[in-house]
């Protein structure tokens, strides 16, 4: 569907005043990523009509599908006061990730605006830096005594449901909010309703606390098959929990910065189409100068080697083919090493595993390879001896690329650099210049300059 | 902890018969991917001993959290009457992906062995691709009757809950086993307990059939925020669940496949330390020499100006640095645009938009970089007009690999190639003979060769 036809049946609904069809049409088109170019082509009364129509609870629901910007982008199309009505109304990380999305002189023309109570609890969400457990968490949990019983339990969840964003737990805290233990819902349903919530609930917790990474969070909530993960301070006290969907939204943003980074670039912390083209020169141009720094030299080396080339201009023909190949070599070994420390299927103890199985690898590609690059030189009537060079250089070559494109990524590592700062690029320009001392000294070898 | 302390801590715990604590440590282990190298040390008699300990439950909970292919080889230990009572109390979705993990041959071993009804659940769950939401659900769900009350469903819920994967949602079906609506937990317990299943239960159902690709089940699974997606066959009966847990391993699972394809690799399908040299090099070879064919017309190019060449041997001194800046402007772009693909951020309608964003960016980094390489001419002493020839060439070929970058994954995926296969390697190889014969004809316009 266009987004003009999106545009055609939300006024057709909104005209027509049938807000639970509305409300379904809104939410998965917004789920479908539609949404936002839709609404930015509505008038300002007719974004008021929408907001009038749905209802700051409605209305607020929306923002939390959109993407931040977006969300932030349509706030500021209300008067102050409703936008404010419209974040109080929201599931509080939701409305911090959309006031996070102002510079801080328009988040605070929202914030005075609102109740100081739920404008206090935005605060202290946007303290946390965004990439840690306190910026993801949300402190719409429920948390109950240890004192009641399974059945006072239900009776407090059912009254709670309606702030919360999961009921699937519980928490348990003492008087101080020190997390002491937790239920699931699945173990409320299942228990006797007479049995106290002490002996019903689980002490082995699983927590992180408001400085945790955002991944390591992801990863424990991940590997333990968590519906949600409790956030703690550095006291114990619970301070918010990350829910099991936010986990795909992290996964998905780290691993967008991973893949960045392994292209050669910086990775852009934006949306794409949202970045505008300076931010993009900002992003990539400084792997590209540091990537033509290291290339540099390459002419340098050639130019020690004017003479040689000077006497067989045939050597030039096979230099991109032969560091080329090189670098796509090292390129397909460097990813795929990246990748799985990234999922943690390898790990630096594993490095002489690694670098016996890549060598055998290296030996069996190059010398496919070098059958290849023979054949090509005798196509381009370059004469055997010129043949054997190149043969010799792209088995040398790839046996090179991919050595070290196995194992400087695990030493990187080691040595506490993240190791996506070894992209396909970087290996290309290595190889390029490696690739070219070995061509030289072999040809020097072989044809006797 | 090394390998060696887990399993001295293992055996430690099997002669003090502390079941509790061991199950505890075995689970923890596997979480963190420390078990299987721990096992693997292990003898056949102690293998036996930890079966007999852990018990079929507990032994099967252990194999579920293993990697399929690991946990094949620690059943092979067991005698084959054991491993089949091992694999009927696992859970049926796991079991198959254990069982999967054999040849045809041994898979039949211990089906053969098994209860009859549990190895036709076993053969039905393998014989669906394992990419799809057939080969990924578990038919271990709960389904009633329309025709219950809340408080009985509440009843069924308890009495069905030890065999169920998940009891946050139950499914309700009519006596065809069509599904007809699905009632949460939470909707469940938040209800009167008289309310009829029929009024309690939803009826706007988000399912997928058993021939969905795995990749877009679980991106419907995310999309809506659902613990539990229904799969149904082409009648609409239910035939199993995927579970949210099942999300992250198919995600990290179709992102390693599209890391490794943008590295100018085809995906290794099994983890990177299992896969053997011969498989490594089945899996690159291809592409590698795909891109030699590729590359091969730069000898072509740099023949045909061999006179060029021996004219002004300075212009073989920059080969390298052009088309290896070309080729890193253009891997940048092309792993942006391919992941933003991936993650639906971008679309072929964009393209206007991509392009004249990335002619732009492609404009200011190319500029950079002219003055870059022309300092760098001044530097190497080739004169001024070499200088004025290579920043020329660096502004056009960085403009020129950008550009494509941006739109050719963009016209692959329109043309339903997978733009996955437009890799760092790709664009680089492209850039390096486009690069050179805009070199040429630059040099012959400006140096009037």
């Known amino acids: 569907m266009a987004p003009e036809d999106l545009v055609r049946d939300i006024t057709k609904l909104m005209r027509e005043g049938d807000r639970e069809e509305l409300i379904s049409l809104l939410r998965n088109s917004a789920r479908e990523g539609r949404l936002s170019d839709a609404l930015a082509t509505l008038s300002t009364r007719e974004i008021h009509e929408l ?92 948390a109950i005594s240890a004192d009641l019983r399974a059945d006072q339990a239900v009776v407090a969840l ?53 400085n945790t990474d955002q991944e390591e969070a992801a990863q424990i909530l991940t590997a333990y098959n968590l519906l949600a993960l409790p956030v703690v301070d550095e006291q114990g006290r619970l301070q918010g929990i990350i829910t099991s969907d936010d986990v795909s939204d992290i996964i998905e943003q780290e691993t967008t910065e991973d893949i960045e980074r392994l292209g050669g670039s910086a990775p852009l912390e934006e949306s794409y189409l949202r970045a505008r083209p300076v931010h993009l ?8 100068l540091v990537l033509f720094l290291g290339q540099a030299y390459t002419g340098t080396v050639l130019a020690f080697y ?15 083919l032969l560091i080329g190949t090189g670098g796509n070599a090292g390129s397909q070994v460097v990813t795929t090493i990246v990748r799985a420390m990234g999922v943690g299927d390898v790990v630096f103890r594993d490095i002489f595993k690694i ?44 046996i090179w690329a991919v050595t070290v494109g196995a194992i400087l990524p695990l030493i990187l590592r080691q040595l506490r650099v993240d190791p996506a700062v070894v992209s396909a690029p970087f290996i290309a320009t290595l190889v390029d210049g490696t690739g070219l001392l070995i061509y030289f000294s072999v040809a020097g070898f072989i044809l006797g300059l």
């Open 355 to 398: 670098l016996w199985k890549e060598m055998q690898t290296g030996v069996m590609l190059g010398l496919a390879m070098a059958a290849a690059v023979f054949v090509r030189a005798l196509m381009l009537g370059v004469g055997v001896d010129v043949g054997v060079v190149v043969a010799i250089t792209i088995l040398t070559v790839v």
């Open 281 to 288: 020169v900002r992003k990539r141009l400084g792997w590209l």
């Open 158 to 210: 059912r009254q709670l449901s309606r702030e919360a964003e999961t009921i699937y737990y519980v928490y348990v805290t003492d008087e101080e909010d020190h997390l002491i233990g937790v239920l699931s819902l699945r173990g409320l349903v299942l228990s006797p309703p007479q049995t106290p919530v002490r002996e019903a609930m689980v002490t082995d917790l699983v927590t992180v606390t408001v």
């Open 306 to 320: 004017e003479s040689t080339l000077e006497a067989v201009t045939a050597l030039v023909f096979f230099m991109p």
């Open 51 to 142: 907001a009038d129509t749905l209802g700051d609870d409605a209305f607020g629901d929306l923002l939390g599908e959109l993407d931040p910007p977006d969300a932030a982008q349509l706030l500021t199309r209300l008067a102050v006061r409703d936008a404010a009505d419209v974040l109080e109304a929201m599931d509080p990380d939701d409305a911090a990730d959309v006031v996070g999305a102002f510079d801080e002189a328009d988040a605070n023309r929202f914030l005075v605006e609102m109740e100081p109570v739920e404008a206090a609890e935005l605060r202290q969400l946007l303290s946390y830096a965004p990439d840690t457990a306190g910026g993801r968490m949300t402190p719409a949990f429920i």
